[in-house]
């Protein structure tokens, strides 16, 4: 039964995250535009890296979700999504300390960072954890 509960777990994490981080990929693929308005916001990155940041994040969360739906190097890909979501949570909450009321960018545009975009990014990293600390199970 113990197993099979792990088993379950398992799946659950990586479908929750893939499909997360493909979505949140996409939007900002689908509206490169005001993914860069949201990161400039932030007042962290020149213009240059912006531009940057709009080409390469989105191809980067697709890929990450893709790779964690597929099963590849599963406790290396969650490793990799824990670190980009806690990046993503520290520039967030330095924003917000600093009084910017920038728009989150995570999944498109019109959500302020606040603490509640800071505690629900937050709780995506408990199934990267997971995955990367779970137990091996012999098949």
């Known amino acids: 039964m113990k197993i099979k509960i792990i088993h379950i777990?398992?799946?659950v994490c990586r479908l929750f995250l893939g499909c997360i981080f493909i979505?949140?990929?996409?939007?900002?693929?689908?509206?490169?535009l005001q993914?860069?308005?949201?990161?400039?916001?932030?007042?962290?990155?020149s213009p240059n890296?912006?531009?940057?940041a709009i080409?390469?994040?989105?191809w980067v969360e697709i890929s990450l979700g893709a790779a964690l739906l597929l099963g590849i190097m599963i406790?290396?890909?969650?490793?990799?999504?824990?670190?980009?979501?806690?990046?993503?949570i520290v520039v967030m909450l330095?924003?917000?300390?600093r009084g910017i009321e920038a728009d989150c960018g995570c999944f498109g545009i019109g959500v302020k960072i606040s603490p509640f975009t800071l505690v629900r990014d937050s709780f995506f990293?408990?199934?990267?954890?997971?995955?990367?600390?779970?137990?091996?199970?012999?098949?």
Do not use: M, Q
């Open 9 to 11: 777990l398992h799946w």
């Open 35 to 45: 993914f860069a308005v949201a990161i400039e916001g932030y007042k962290l990155l």
């Open 55 to 58: 080409k390469i994040l989105p």
């Open 125 to 139: 990293i408990l199934p990267a954890l997971y995955l990367y600390f779970k137990p091996r199970i012999k098949k």
């Open 75 to 88: 406790r290396y890909t969650a490793a990799l999504i824990g670190g980009l979501l806690a990046l993503f």
């Open 23 to 32: 979505y949140a990929g996409y939007t900002k693929l689908d509206n490169s």
């Open 49 to 52: 890296l912006v531009i940057w």
């Open 94 to 97: 330095v924003t917000y300390l």
